[in-house]
């Protein structure tokens, strides 16, 4: 795990919260795994740590003061080739200053003129922590595709015992390790707004695309997104319809992946128990007609189309407005069935307006030739293969494995791994085709 920090630029922000003391375990660690660790501090976490305690620990000048560039670290130059800026502990105010965008101190003002991924390790007391002004700080943060690693509940300094306790070093230091390794390790969430914050499975293997390097967190700005998840309920009356096992979970990972990259996300979905990934809006429909109408009325607008629910091909001619009741005298009923739209390969065969189209293939045989043919025969730019006959990826599974294919043949294979790393490879793989069209 260390090696992912050997010869890493580390900028370690302290700022004025008690647990700045324990920055200074957070900084032996970086540097004993092999990173090259500077430190800024605000001037409040000048009075809680002293400078020298750091510049001992890691050998260079601690940047404090934004007037004593001239003569010693400029605030760009410090920002200069830093693979990672970790600000812990970040209190209340620092966070309201990232957020607004302030370059008041030495810290902020290298914040913002950094590139590199961003981790912010809040501590402050429950009421502040829970204030909604620090939320809604918070929540613009994670927007901006900022780690915010949540607090811990515990006794905090103030003598309440809440959350607002920052993790401890040792934490921060695995979380620094698997953001840097695994690309997205974590999308953030937000508790307060309901959601919990997810950390993903590391990928089974080196990812096929970037190895390394994290992704770049602008790869979707600019781009609206449509995409359908979900099963589809066909009414057959009232109270009975038809459906699928499309839990949505693909779907919404490739929701969740898209927004976190910057992209303008709306989700199209059918009935899942799933919450809304953050940043997502959120479209809910039952029928495929439904399905078809909302894909419609945000089409014009959209770069990518994105076709992953699990729509039913077909739906019942004449739903009956009240229960059908067991006929005694019957041993059958027959419903007639009639062709749903398609939804993806209307999107496909649009004249003006077209977004980038792509598909999902559920396939339990002929898998490739079965995949190729949906591409053509629904005129889409790509095609996303997955096999349902096995019960460990495809519908309701937490992973999958997945071949994609574009008229040329087959550009990728991932290897069967959660679907949030799937729905990594996947985003990065459409934003990067569609921006260099
Ligand atoms: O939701 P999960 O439980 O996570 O499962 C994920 C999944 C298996 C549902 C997903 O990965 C997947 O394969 N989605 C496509 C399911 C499907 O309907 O495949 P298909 O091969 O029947 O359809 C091909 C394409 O046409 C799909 O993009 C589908 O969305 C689209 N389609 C199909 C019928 C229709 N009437 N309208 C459509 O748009």
Do not use: W
Not at 174 to 195: E, M, T
Request: some cysteine.
């Amino acid at each position: 795990m260390d090696t992912q920090l050997k010869n890493r630029k580390i900028i370690l922000g302290v700022t004025g919260g008690i647990a700045a003391y324990k920055s200074c375990t957070l900084c032996r660690l970086l540097i004993k795994a092999g990173a090259d660790v500077y430190v800024c501090m605000t001037p409040a976490a000048t009075k809680l740590v002293g400078k020298d305690t750091f510049e001992a620990l890691t050998g260079h000048k601690v940047a404090i003061d934004i007037f004593d560039e001239a003569k010693d670290i400029s605030h760009v130059g410090l920002a200069k080739d830093a693979d990672l800026f970790l600000v812990a502990p970040a209190t209340a105010n620092t966070i309201a200053k990232i957020a607004g965008g302030f370059a008041d101190n030495m810290l902020t003002a290298t914040l913002l003129a950094s590139t590199c991924p961003v981790v912010v390790a809040p501590a402050m007391n429950t009421n502040m922590y829970n204030n909604i002004a620090t939320q809604t700080n918070l929540s613009t943060l994670v927007n901006r595709g900022i780690y915010v690693l949540t607090p811990n509940e515990g006794e905090l300094a103030c003598g309440i015992v809440g959350t607002g306790r920052m993790k401890e070093p040792e934490e921060i230091f695995s979380d620094v390790c698997s953001i840097l390794s695994n690309r997205i390790a974590y999308i953030n969430h937000h508790p307060q707004l309901g959601l919990e914050q997810e950390k993903l499975p590391a990928p089974q293997k080196p990812l096929e695309l970037t190895q390394t390097r994290l992704l770049p967190k602008s790869l979707g700005v600019g781009l609206k997104v449509i995409i359908t998840a979900g099963p589809t309920e066909e009414q057959i009356d009232p109270v009975r319809y038809i459906s699928n096992n499309s839990s949505g979970k693909m779907g919404y990972a490739l929701a969740q992946v898209a927004a976190y990259l910057g992209a303008d996300v709306t989700l199209i979905s059918g009935p899942t128990n799933l919450q809304t990934p953050f940043g997502v809006k959120r479209i809910d429909v039952k029928s495929a007609v439904q399905m078809l109408h909302a894909v419609e009325s945000y089409v014009t607008q959209a770069d990518i189309m994105i076709g992953c629910a699990a729509v039913a091909d077909y739906r019942v001619e004449n739903p009956s407005p009240i229960k059908i009741k067991k006929k005694d005298d019957e041993d059958s009923i027959t419903l007639k069935l009639i062709k749903n739209p398609d939804i993806v390969a209307t999107v496909g065969h649009r004249q003006s307006h077209r977004p980038f189209t792509v598909g999902f293939a559920a396939e339990t045989n002929n898998f490739e030739q079965n995949a190729k043919d949906k591409l053509v025969k629904k005129n889409l730019d790509l095609i996303i293969l997955n096999d349902v006959s096995n019960k460990s990826i495809g519908f309701n599974s937490d992973e999958n494995e997945v071949k994609i294919f574009d008229r040329d043949g087959q550009l990728a294979h991932f290897d069967k791994q959660s679907k949030q790393v799937i729905a990594q490879l996947i985003m990065e793989l459409i934003f990067k085709t569609v921006r260099n069209k």
